[in-house]
Nanobody, 124 residues
Framework: QVQVEESGGGSVQAGGSLRLSCRIS????????VGWFRQAPGKEREGLSC????????YRGDSVKGRFTTSKDSIKSIVYLHMTRLSPEDTATYYC?????????????????WGQGTQVTVSS
């Protein structure tokens, strides 16, 4: 049984940093890619990054590239999202998801296993 659990969310002031963790059990990170997504109230779920089984990482451009970094510890089976220079526009529920298909930051269709999300709130 595959389980995906995000943690590390919370409240932070603008300009601050957070590190989110995505703990996955029941599958091997050397065979699956893991994506990070977020969803703000009233908005669609937005892809942020995806780290492949070989640790190659892709990022969505515009607002997060250069501020957010994804890494993983395959031994612990945890994928991280390091977020810096946070702004109120980053306030959202953050999700991670796993796929053995295409690593994408523009679609959620190929991700099979999802966590319940962790809330990030950035105040000005």
């Amino acid at each position: 049984q595959v389980q995906v659990e995000e943690s590390g969310g919370g409240s932070v002031q603008a300009g601050g940093s957070l590190r989110l963790s995505c703990r996955i059990s029941g599958l091997r990170l050397d065979r699956y890619s893991v994506g990070w997504f977020r969803q703000a109230p009233g908005k669609e779920r937005e892809g942020l990054s995806c780290i492949r089984s070989n640790e190659e990482t892709i990022y969505r451009g515009d607002s997060v590239k250069g501020r957010f970094t994804t890494s993983k510890d395959s031994i612990k089976s945890i994928v991280y999202l390091h977020m810096t220079r946070l702004s109120p526009e980053d306030t959202a529920t953050y999700y991670c998801a796993a796929t053995n298909g295409i690593c994408s930051v523009y679609s959620t269709d190929m991700y099979y296993y999802w966590g319940q999300g962790t809330q990030v709130t950035v105040s000005s």
